[in-house]
């Protein structure tokens, strides 16, 4: 099956530090998510972007899906970006055959 | 607009006793998800539903069944709950397999003694 990796796993930042998340994926995707699991671990939906660039108030995402990976920007962190942001593919040709898979995550922590 | 609610969103259960995690959406989805996440283990699938139904075995589905009651709503029942089912449950829905946006529910914290 495809393989999702997203780097760093950790990452420590100052408030107001930029950081750029990565998710790199073995094979084309049907589409691509970005979620945010806040410390109370609720999921929220950052990103839709199986290509191309999009960008909401300080985030924004970058898929370059034929070089099989996506990029997560946060600029001016501050303390709520905290929590784990998980990277999702969905690769698939029709039917029953469309598979959904999550990568492991990278733990954001923001210090005041 | 509510999204995906789940319910109850804590249970504490003693090992053996049954229970039925309930699970809606008003996004008019037509595949619904059961995930389970676990420290270390990301989110692991249980079932899914493509379409109403439909029910599916994901990776992890001994112990757990699922109904697809309508197309709003999805349930998973343990039977028998075991301590190794302490997890956070979460609900999830999709306007179709492979298409648009998946959207969580809040969680479900379960804890079996």
């Known amino acids: 099956g495809i393989q999702v990796e997203q780097s760093p796993p950790d990452l420590i930042l100052q408030e107001g530090a930029n950081s750029t998340l990565r998710c790199n994926f073995s094979?084309?995707?049907?589409?691509l998510q970005w979620f945010h699991q806040n410390p109370w671990g609720q999921l929220i939906n950052l990103f839709y972007?199986?290509?191309g660039t999009k960008q909401n108030g300080r985030l924004s995402a970058t898929t370059v899906a034929t070089e099989r990976y996506s990029l997560l920007y946060i600029s001016s962190s501050q303390t709520t970006d905290s929590g784990v942001y998980f990277c999702?593919?969905?690769?698939?040709?029709?039917?029953?055959?469309?598979?959904?898979?999550f990568g492991k995550g990278t733990l954001l922590t923001v210090n005041p | 607009n509510a999204g995906v609610t789940q319910t109850p969103k804590f249970q504490v259960l003693k090992t053996g006793q049954s229970m039925t995690l309930q699970c809606a959406q008003d996004m008019n989805h037509n595949s619904m998800y059961w995930y389970r996440q676990d420290p270390g283990m990301g989110l692991r699938l249980i079932y899914y539903s493509a379409s109403e139904g439909t029910t599916d075995k994901g990776e992890v589905p001994n112990g757990y069944n699922v109904s697809r009651l309508n197309k709003r709503e999805f349930s998973l029942r343990l039977e028998s709950a075991a301590p190794s089912q302490t997890s956070v449950y979460f609900c999830?829905?999709?306007?179709?397999?492979?298409?648009?946006?998946?959207?969580f529910g809040e969680g479900s914290r379960l804890t079996v003694l």
């Open positions: 999702a593919v969905v690769r698939g040709s029709g039917g029953s055959n469309y598979k959904l898979t």
């Open positions: 094979d084309s995707v049907n589409n």
């Open positions: 972007i199986p290509s």
């Open positions: 999830a829905s999709m306007i179709d397999r492979g298409t648009g946006e998946l959207f």
